[in-house]
Each structure stands twice: as C-alpha cells, then as structure tokens.
C-alpha cells in the first residue's frame, strides 16, 4: 500500500468554517497562495493557481507530448513530477489537459470518520460538486479496489460535462463501458463493481501523492497516452512559449526542404547562410502565439 501523509505534515493545514466540508483538511487561500508562491496567475477564492484557458487550449491543440516537456520541468528542479506505474487509461487517444483539484481519502475508522463529521455527507459528490470548467479531478484513493471506486458511469458523466477534461483516480472505476462511449480521458488503477466504502474523504485541494508524485492544488496536469506529467503552474507560459517557437522552426525547414534547393546542413540544424538565418527568425517571430 503507497504511503500516506502523516498526521505531523497536516498540522500546516487549517480547518476554516464553510459549509458542508468545514471538519476537512484544507490550506487556507493565504497558506495555498504561500505554497504556490511561483505562479503569477489569477487564483481561484481558496488560493489554487489558476493556469489561463488559453494556455491550457495550446496544450491541448498543439502537437505537444511528455517529452517534448520534460527536460524544462526537470530543469526548474522538479525532478519527479513523472509518473508512469502500472495506470490504466480510458480513451488514450485523447489528451488529458487541466488544472488539478486535488481530492484525498484515507482508510476508514469510527473516530476518524467521526471526528471529520463525514459519515452519510461527506463522500465522493462533496467533491465533486465543486469542480469548475477545465478542473481535472486528481484522487488519492491509495490505490483501492474493492470499495475504491470514485465514481460510476453517471458521475463520472456529471464531471466530463462540468470540466470537459478528465480524471486521474489512483483508485477504482465502475461501468467503465458507459464512461467510456462519454470519450472522457481517465487514468485509473482498476474496476470493480461495488460502490465507495471503506475509505475517509480527508481533503480537498491539500498537496495530495499520486504514484510517486506530489501533485499541488492547481499544478497542469497532462497525460499523454500511458503518463502522467503534473506541471508546476509557473513554467507552463515558457513551455507552451518554448514549443511554439520549436514548432516554427521545424515547419520552416521542412518548408526549405520541400523547395529542393539546399543540402540538409545549410538548413539544419543552423542555417549558415545569414540571410537564411534572418529568414527563418523571422518566419519564428511571425508564427509566435498563433497556434
């Protein structure tokens, strides 16, 4: 079984008064804001960076993969953002692009669940019923089967059409055809027809570990297929950036290759010829921000 939080690391969490979930570890919007201090973007009322639609679009849209993101992640510091182990992905041939809301359970026991105020209220649709348009729901449900399922085919349905993204449960689904004819992308550890039980919601939008990631409240989440990258919030800008500018180099090369007129080394990778050089940075320059 993946190891959990400890009880120490959540004495930095606080309990605030809001309805319906006010028992449940959470960050206040100042402690969140603190954490994600990096990100110079807009933040939603309880402090989660939000990354802007349009930026989140590109990821989608452009011909961008895991690896192509990567080396500047890891880069920054961010050596472990990476997870790959043992996922099964619904719909893989479409990407999972969005702003992680992160949810987290615990194995449940009487005074644990008794303390929290959950028992009968507090479950899965607590969750849920806070999603946002382009949220993607990231679940730590310790990697539970049997009675470890999030979600069935009709709320998973409520959450394709309220985020219009996708899931990442490390944890279980049911009536995985159903949600698979949805054509929302998943990555989950199984399925099991029976429903959630056995397990504690503790908090929402806490850093939470999925694999052997730490995935912050807000954090891009992207999968690729078979992987998962969950992207720190400031670098997102400078990858799309970097990759624009990539992409344009490419379509400008092979636009000189398909004139016939030049060997592959005046063109690639540097051109030698300055007016070449000149023309392909500007070709660079014209085609930023258009994709």
Known sequence: MKRLISWASL?????TVQP????LWKLT?????????????????DGRPKVPDHLLKKLREMDIGIEDMIGQVRAAGFTSQYEAHDWKVLNPQKKLVGRAFTVQFMPARPDLSEMLDVRGRMR???AIDMLQPNDVVVVDLFGKQEGGTFVGDKLAYYVWKTTGTGMVIDGSMFYLSNIEKTGMPAFYRSTHPSAL?????TGINIP???GGVTVMPGDVVFGDREALLFVPPHLVEGIVNSFESTQARFEWIKKKFDEGKYKSGEIYGRPRDPALLK???EYIKSRQGKK
Not at 11 to 15: A, C, K, M, V
Not at 20 to 23: F, L, M, V
């Open 197 to 201: 039980s056995g397990a504690t919601l």
């Open 208 to 210: 939470v570990q999925i």
């Open 20 to 23: 319906g979930w006010a028992q």
């Open 29 to 45: 919007p100042e402690e969140l804001t603190k954490a994600t201090a990096k990100s110079t973007f807009e933040r939603f009322p």
């Open 279 to 281: 023309e392909m940075e």
């Open 11 to 15: 004495i930095l969490l606080s309990t």
């Open 124 to 126: 899965n649709q607590t």
